[in-house]
C-alpha cells in the first residue's frame, strides 16, 4: 500500500479495526479493495477524518467524495472571484445545500450565480440567501436552474422585496411555480417589506409547503380597517388575517411554524391555534413581548401534538406557562425556555411527564436552580431519554453537602445525556466536575466556562488536598468572637431529633460512597467540544495532563491565564483532531510553544490568539507553514505583532486562500486613545 504520512496514517487505523472485525483479511490491501466498499466504510467515520481520507490516493479520494456528498452539509459560497473555481470542483460531488453570501448587483455576484446555476443547480435542494442585496431577475436566474428546492432561505432579503413587484410578471411566476413545486421549507424572516400581495404570491407557487419562518417580519395583528372582504391582498402591509387565511388553506399540509419577535396577543393565538385541521409540530415564539401565560395555555391546549416549543425570551412568561406545557404536552421532545426571568423552581414540578423529552434550554433562567429537575429525571420510569441539558447562566445551580444537583443530575442522566452546558454556573465545584467526569461518559459537548472555582484536582479526580478542607472549614466555621465577648444567649444550642441525626449520618454516608468513586476528565473519551473560559484556577498540573480527547474538534482555553507552553505542545500532541482553538490572553504562552505544537494541528481552522503579548512574527510564521486549512486567524492586541507583520502572513498565504485575519489594536496600540 506504500508509505503513509503519520498524520493520515493514525486517522484511518480504525479502519483496519473495522475491516478486522468483519472478518475481511486484506487490511494491508485496501487500495485493491472496490471503491464501493471503501466508501462503505469510509461512512463510519466522522466527515474530518474522510477528508483527510481522500488525501491517500485517487481511490480513497473518489470514495470519500460520494460518503461526503450523503451529508446535508451547508457550503457557504461568498460571492468572491476565489469562489468561482470552488463552486467548479463543487459540482464533482453534487452537493445539495450551499449558502450564498455578500450577493449584489456586481459583475462579480452576477458571475457567481451563473456558475452555481451552471454547476451545481440541478441537484440543489437547500438554498440559503441570507442577507443577499439580489435583484428579482438574479432571483428568477437561480429558481430556473434550481428545479429540485425543497428548502429555500430568503432572510432578510429586503431588496427583493422592497419594489413589491415580486413575481408579478406572468412569465416569472410560471417558472417560480414550476422550480418550488417540491418546495416543503420557506424562510422570510427579518423581511421588512414583506406584504400580503407578494406572500401570497410567492407562497401559492408552494403547494408542499410544511414549514414556514416569519420571524420578526411587520404582521399587524390588529383588524385592519380596509376592507372586511376575505380576499383582500394589501401591498403595504402583511396581516394577521391574511396569515389565517393562507393557514385554513394549508391547514392538511403545514407542520412548523415560527413567529419569533412578533407582536402575538392571546386572541390572535386562539384564531391560529384553532384552524380546522391545523396540526402543528413545531412552534417557535422566541422573544415575543406580549405572550401571556393565557396565550401559552391555548395553545397547548388546541395544539397537543407539538414536538418542539421555543418560549425563549418571552419576559412575560412564569410558572403557570411551564406547567401547563408539562401537563399538556406530552409528546414533547425539544423545550427551549431560555431567559424567563419570571421563571422558578416551581414551574418544573411536572417536567417528568414528559417522558419523550430530548433537549431542554433553561439557560439565563436566574431563579432556576434546578432542584425540581434533579428529582424528575430520578422520577422516570426506566431511562430519561433527555441528550441534551443547557444550564447556563443559572448562578442557583450549586453542588456542596445539601445539595447534589449536579452529582444527582449525572447519575440520573448517565446512559441519555451528550451535550451539557454549565457556562456561568459560578457555584459549580470540583466535586460536580468529578461526578460529571465518573457518570456522564457519554458526553460530546461539555461547556464549563467562568466557572472559577474549578481547581486542577478537581479535573484530575485525586483527593481535596488538606489545605483546601482546612480552608473550606474555617469557612464554613461562621463569625469568630473574642474571649472577653462571652456568651451573652445570643446563639442557644439546637433543639436534639435523633431520628434526624440519624437520617444526616446516612445521608453522609452515601455521599462519601459517591465521593469515592471519582474519575479525572479525560475519562470523558467521547468529548468534541470542551469549553473552559476564564477558569482562572487552573493551570499546566491539570491541564496538560486531562485534555487528551482523540475526537475534540472544539477547545477555548481564553482566560486560563496560568498554562504555559507545556499545556499547549501536549493538547496539540493529545487532541489531533482540533478544529477550534482559543487561547486569547494567555500572557505565559510563547513562539517556542506554538513553533511545537502546530506541526501536530494540521486540522485547525480557527485560531483565537488575542491578547497573547508574547508571540511575535515567529508564531504566524510557523501557522502559515502548518495549519493549511486555516479559515480565521485572531491576533488583535498582540503587542509583539505589527500590521507590517500581518501583511507580510498575508503575502505568503497561498493565492487560493481565504483566511480571515482579525488584528485590533496590534503592535501594542493604546487602547484607550484609539476608542
Request: charged share 20%; glycine share 4%; proline share 3%.
Amino acid at each position: 500500500m506504500g508509505a503513509w504520512p503519520g498524520r493520515r496514517a493514525d486517522r484511518v487505523f480504525h479502519l483496519f479495526l473495522f475491516l478486522h472485525k468483519v472478518g475481511l483479511q486484506a487490511a494491508m490491501e485496501m487500495c485493491d479493495l472496490p471503491v464501493e466498499v471503501i466508501t462503505y466504510i469510509l461512512s463510519f467515520l466522522p466527515i474530518a477524518d474522510r477528508k483527510e481520507a481522500s488525501l491517500v490516493n485517487q481511490t480513497w479520494y473518489f470514495a470519500a467524495q460520494d460518503t461526503l456528498r450523503q451529508e446535508s452539509i451547508f457550503y457557504d459560497i461568498p460571492a468572491t472571484s476565489a469562489s468561482l473555481r470552488t463552486i467548479q470542483s463543487l459540482s464533482r460531488r453534487h452537493v445539495s445545500s450551499i449558502k450564498m453570501t455578500n450577493l449584489d448587483g456586481s459583475t462579480i455576484s452576477r458571475d457567481v450565480i451563473k456558475s452555481v446555476t451552471r454547476y451545481l443547480g440541478p441537484h440543489l435542494r437547500s438554498l440559503c440567501l441570507h442577507g443577499s442585496s439580489l435583484t428579482e431577475a438574479n432571483f428568477a436566474e437561480l429558481l430556473l436552474a434550481c428545479p429540485c428546492l425543497t428548502a429555500l432561505d430568503l432572510s432578510g432579503c429586503n431588496s427583493l422585496f422592497m419594489p413589491g413587484t415580486l413575481l408579478s410578471k406572468e412569465e416569472a411566476f410560471l417558472q417560480a411555480q414550476e422550480a418550488l413545486i417540491n418546495l416543503q421549507e420557506l424562510n422570510l424572516s427579518g423581511v421588512r417589506y414583506l406584504s400580503d400581495l407578494t406572500f401570497n404570491r410567492l407562497t401559492s407557487c408552494c403547494p408542499c409547503l410544511a414549514k414556514l419562518a416569519l420571524a420578526r417580519c411587520h404582521i399587524t395583528f390588529k383588524v385592519d380597517t380596509y376592507d372586511s372582504s376575505s380576499n383582500y391582498n394589501s401591498s403595504v402591509l402583511l396581516s394577521f388575517r391574511n396569515l389565517l387565511q393562507f393557514l385554513r388553506q394549508r391547514a392538511g399540509t403545514m407542520m412548523a411554524l415560527d413567529l419569533s419577535g412578533t407582536s402575538i396577543s392571546s386572541q390572535a393565538m386562539k384564531s391560529l391555534v384553532q384552524v380546522e385541521n391545523l396540526r402543528l409540530q413545531e412552534m417557535v415564539l422566541q422573544a415575543c413581548q406580549d405572550l401571556t401565560n393565557e396565550a401559552v395555555s391555548i395553545l397547548c391546549q388546541h395544539q397537543p401534538h407539538l414536538t418542539l416549543l421555543d418560549l425563549s425570551g418571552c419576559s412575560e412568561l412564569s410558572d403557570r406557562a411551564v406547567l401547563v406545557i408539562s401537563s399538556r404536552l406530552l409528546s414533547l421532545q425539544h423545550l427551549f425556555l431560555r431567559k424567563l426571568p419570571r421563571a422558578t423552581d416551581a414551574g418544573f414540578q411536572g417536567i417528568s411527564h414528559l417522558r419523550h423529552l430530548q433537549r431542554l434550554d433553561v439557560s439565563e433562567c436566574s431563579l432556576v436552580s434546578c432542584s425540581e429537575l434533579v428529582k424528575a429525571f430520578g422520577t422516570i420510569k426506566g431511562q430519561p431519554k433527555l441528550a441534551s441539558l443547557n444550564v447556563a447562566f443559572c448562578s442557583l445551580l450549586r453542588v456542596s453537602s445539601k445539595d447534589n444537583s449536579v452529582l444527582s443530575l449525572a447519575e440520573s442522566l448517565s446512559k441519555s445525556l451528550r451535550v451539557l452546558d454549565l457556562s456561568s454556573c459560578v457555584s459549580i465545584t470540583n466535586r460536580g466536575i468529578q461526578a460529571i467526569a465518573s457518570h456522564l461518559l457519554h458526553l460530546t459537548v461539555l461547556r464549563l466556562a467562568w466557572c472559577k472555582e474549578l481547581m486542577d484536582w478537581g479535573l484530575l479526580g485525586v483527593q481535596e488536598p488538606k489545605e483546601e478542607r482546612e480552608r473550606a472549614r474555617e469557612k464554613d466555621t461562621g463569625p469568630k468572637f473574642s474571649r472577653n465577648f462571652g456568651n451573652m444567649g445570643f446563639f442557644l444550642p439546637p433543639p436534639q431529633d435523633l431520628e434526624q441525626d440519624t437520617q444526616i449520618l446516612v445521608d453522609l454516608a452515601k455521599q462519601d460512597a459517591r465521593q469515592n468513586h471519582q474519575a479525572s476528565l479525560n475519562a470523558l473519551t467521547r468529548l468534541q467540544e470542551l469549553d473552559l473560559t476564564a477558569c482562572v484556577k487552573l493551570t499546566d498540573a491539570s491541564i496538560a495532563k486531562v485534555i487528551s480527547f482523540p475526537e475534540l474538534r472544539h477547545l477555548s482555553l481564553s482566560l486560563v491565564t496560568n498554562i504555559t507552553d507545556a499545556s499547549l505542545t501536549a493538547i496539540a500532541h493529545n487532541c489531533r483532531s482540533l478544529e477550534h482553538l482559543a487561547l486569547s490572553h494567555c500572557a505565559n504562552l510563547s513562539d517556542k510553544g506554538f513553533v511545537e505544537a502546530v506541526g501536530s494541528l494540521h486540522r485547525l481552522q480557527h485560531l483565537i490568539l488575542s491578547g497573547c503579548n508574547q508571540l511575535t512574527p515567529r508564531t504566524l510564521k510557523a501557522v502559515g507553514q502548518e495549519c493549511w486549512q486555516l479559515k480565521c486567524l485572531d491576533v488583535s492586541m498582540c503587542s509583539k505583532i505589527s500590521m507590517t507583520d500581518i501583511e507580510h502572513f498575508q503575502s505568503e498565504l497561498p493565492l487560493q486562500s481565504q483566511t480571515s485575519i482579525q488584528s485590533r489594536f496590534v503592535g501594542g496600540a493604546d487602547l484607550s486613545i484609539t476608542l
